[in-house]
């Protein structure tokens, strides 16, 4: 996996903090997952799970949950050429350079037919631990991420165990239309859409094509949410801001408003930034209904950038929750 553009980092990377431990997980060198009878699929994906007593699914966001703490997230990242070498070193560099702090534990190792990466440290959030399950072939990556609380010993293994049974069945075409809560219009604007990550649906610039190593991507995303408070939105919407930086984006300041979209609250943040030394425009809404969805509007551009960020701008008004 070459180093991904920023809206693909932002949807899935695995945010780091410092910390140690010397937990062994014992992956054994080689591992096979089957499809069961107690497999569930992940909706809009071919990925299934066999999820812990207690995990339910949480649709828009595509994992088993038992809590807001506990959970395991799983992305597919389909015509995306897994690289575990790629990975590997990008994980280094982010150690080196302080990003990313050293792991409890890290093991490559035989899954089924691909090769894969378990990686397991601390969390972002105190008191939280992450897991990262990596793998896939020429055709797909997919990336399995388990939270759960610090020094859980049961919950630990409950997702360790949870996350060896992803199972991809090849043979089944995906729907990811599935997840889409919500609707966007980009007739008039050169923007068009080029394809989605798991429950993230991605829209480019002149229709450049999908491509995580395009790290200054002129590009739209949006992401589907469950339903939140006015007040959980605006909280989540400012999170947005520190996730930024810590992935190396430079934010001097920005400006945000609240206002009613398409009749559903909105909070609004803008910025101008930098990102590896080229400047940029960020704009991003997160909406959500009362009842059954939201969402989140990312935009981004670093070329001709009062042209574009006014189309980013013109395509967010059309957006609508179903």
Do not use: W
Request: glycine share 6%; with cysteine.
């Amino acid at each position: 996996m070459k180093s991904a553009s920023l809206l693909l980092l932002i949807s899935l990377c695995v945010y780091i903090c410092n910390g140690q431990s010397n937990e062994d997980l014992k992956i054994p060198e080689k591992a096979t997952s089957f499809r069961t009878a107690n497999s569930q699929q992940l909706p809009g994906t071919r990925i299934f799970l066999t999820p812990p007593n207690g995990f339910n699914l949480v649709q828009q966001l595509i994992r088993f949950q038992k809590n807001d703490s506990t959970f395991i997230q799983v992305f597919e990242i389909p015509g995306s050429a897994f690289d575990l070498q790629g990975l590997t070193t990008k994980i280094e560099e982010d150690q080196q350079s302080g990003r990313l702090a050293k792991e409890y534990y890290k093991k490559t190792f035989q899954f089924g037919p691909y090769q894969a990466l378990f990686f397991y440290g601390p969390d972002t959030h105190p008191g939280r631990e992450q897991m990262l399950l990596s793998f896939g072939d020429k055709s797909f990556a997919i990336m399995v991420i388990g939270e759960l609380p610090a020094a859980d010993k049961i919950a630990r293994e409950e997702v360790v165990k949870a996350m060896l049974t992803t199972f991809v069945d090849t043979s089944i075409i995906s729907d990811p239309t599935q997840l889409a809560t919500c609707s966007l219009d980009v007739e008039g604007t050169e923007f068009k859409y080029v394809g989605n990550i798991s429950q993230t649906y991605f829209y480019n610039y002149r229709a450049k094509p999908l491509d995580n190593s395009d790290e200054f991507a002129n590009q739209i995303s949006v992401s589907t949410l469950p339903a939140q408070s006015k007040s959980a939105l605006k909280e989540f919407g400012k999170s947005m801001i520190e996730r930024y930086k810590m992935n190396g984006m430079k934010i001097p300041e920005y400006k945000d408003r609240e206002f009613i979209l398409n009749g559903n609250y909105a909070y609004e943040i803008t910025f101008d930034g930098s990102f590896n030394d080229r400047v940029n425009s960020v704009y991003q809404i997160v909406t959500s209904n009362e009842s059954s969805s939201a969402a989140l509007f990312l935009g981004s551009t670093y070329d001709d950038r009062e042209n574009i960020l006014s189309q980013i701008k013109q395509v967010a008004e059309s957006l609508r929750l179903k």
